[in-house]
């Protein structure tokens, strides 16, 4: 049973567009919600996150939002550039480990 | 700071065979996770320890999966007999506990291919 989903195995975007990457969960006592983003041949890295209190965190390119109503969150990066290209996992975090989704592999295009 | 180190890097192993991976994480963190990454279900959470006491194995597949921390700097997965459904790539992560989750720092994993 998946607790955190990421429904876009894949997305392209063109270089200086915007990047939504999505992600959906089904439990309410998630706390904080992150996301990670991996390179191949490398282990995940952290990027961003939010706490469950809280709609929206900004850092720079990149802000997450999370609409806890439809326990849904997505990741905005803007612009987008051909170093963004990599597998991003949504995480949630809940009695001090982190539940990942399957991972959306997002590809800028130059 | 060397990060979480894992070894080894790549394994590949005959069916039946016992496989262990390595685990070295930061030093200073007390808590320590292993995961598994597959197509279908992303980073899997096997197993994770807070000051070396296995909190939750739940994540754990199968009897064939166990995982020791005989102390603060070191840790095993094992995989006895190993199967051909257990390829896959395999990431240790250590944090300081309380951090939210954006401590944790994973190590660059182990591809085990099983024929």
Known sequence: DQQVKQNSPSLSVQEGRISILNCD????????????????????????SISSIKDKNEDGRFTVFLNKSAKHLSLHIVPSQPGDSAVYFCAASAGGKLIFGQGTELSVKP | DAGVIQ???????????????????????????????????????LIYFNNNVPIDDS???????????????????????????????????SSLRGTGGYGYTFGSGTRLTVV
């Not at chain 2, 080894?8 to 070295?24: A, F, I, S, Y």
């Not at chain 2, 808590?31 to 197509?39: A, E, N």
């Not at chain 2, 051909?84 to 992560?93: E, K």
């Open chain 2, 7 to 45: 070894s080894p890097r790549h394994e590949v192993t005959e069916m039946g065979q016992e496989v262990t991976l390595r685990c070295k994480p930061i030093s200073g963190h007390n808590s320590l996770f292993w995961y598994r990454q597959t197509m279908m279900r992303g980073l899997e959470l």
């Open chain 1, 25 to 48: 969960y089904t439990n309410s006592m998630f706390d904080y919600f992150l996301w990670y983003k991996k390179y191949p041949a490398e282990g995940p890295t952290f990027l961003i």
């Open chain 2, 59 to 93: 994540g754990m597949p199968e009897d064939r999966f166990s995982a020791k921390m005989p102390n603060a700097s070191f840790s095993t997965l094992k995989i006895q007999p190993s199967e051909p459904r257990d390829s896959a790539v395999y990431f240790c992560a």
